[in-house]
């Protein structure tokens, strides 16, 4: 059985948001909200909670999660990020942008392109999503909170958490949450190539 928190969206209180992150340090899976959509998510390099995402969505053992980080100094430490890319992601981040970039050594190899070398990377503009990474110290690997079956991601988890007790290890609900992924942007070419149209605009 899962814990469940509802965390107020402008003002998370400490003690719910210190929970949430002792339970994703401890190895759990959660369901959190972002700017975009909820998301699932674990603790970075957890290979065992990071495969039990994928079997909850049915994902291939291919599937690249993303890495969600407080800040640009954090994500400068697991992306290889030149003047060119960092004044374009210093533009659009923290939001709804996912950006791919080179990884760098600190990355678990499972969680890089194998062929590209690569990392998908965030910074979400959500203050629980914030709150929760801060407490934790590190990123979250996470994925867009969609079920086999929808055609939509999650968005009430009042409504959802009958479905999810059992699956995750805590659900934090912040509100109702969006629908529209984020933009995905690969800035591992020299130029900026949007590679999914989201809820970010791309502005170069």
Not at 95 to 105: D, E, N
Not at 116 to 131: E, H, K, M, S, Y
């Amino acid at each position: 059985m899962s814990q469940y928190l509802v965390v107020h969206p402008t003002h998370p209180q400490p003690r719910l948001v210190t929970r949430a992150a002792e339970i994703v340090e401890n190895g759990g899976v959660i369901v959190y909200p972002t700017d975009s959509t909820y998301a699932l998510g674990c603790r970075l390099g957890d290979k065992e909670a990071a495969d039990r995402i994928r079997a909850l969505r049915q994902l291939p053992k291919d599937h690249y999660l993303t890495l969600v980080c407080r800040d640009l100094s954090e994500l400068a430490s697991y992306a290889r990020v030149d003047n060119t890319s960092y004044r374009i992601v210093k533009r659009h981040l923290p939001g709804p942008m996912t950006f791919v970039l080179g990884a760098t050594r600190e990355v678990p190899r499972r969680l890089v392109h194998r062929q590209r070398r690569t990392i998908g990377l965030r910074v979400p503009d959500n203050v629980i999503a914030q709150a929760i990474l801060t407490a934790l110290g590190e990123p979250i690997m996470s994925t867009t909170a969609l079920l086999p079956g929808d055609s939509l991601p999650l968005t009430d988890m009042e409504l959802e958490r009958e479905r999810l007790e059992h699956a995750v290890d805590i659900i934090v609900d912040g509100g109702i949450g969006g629908v529209r992924p984020t933009t995905v942007v690969d800035l591992t070419s020299g130029g900026a190539e949007v590679v999914r149209e989201g809820v970010g605009t791309l502005d170069i």
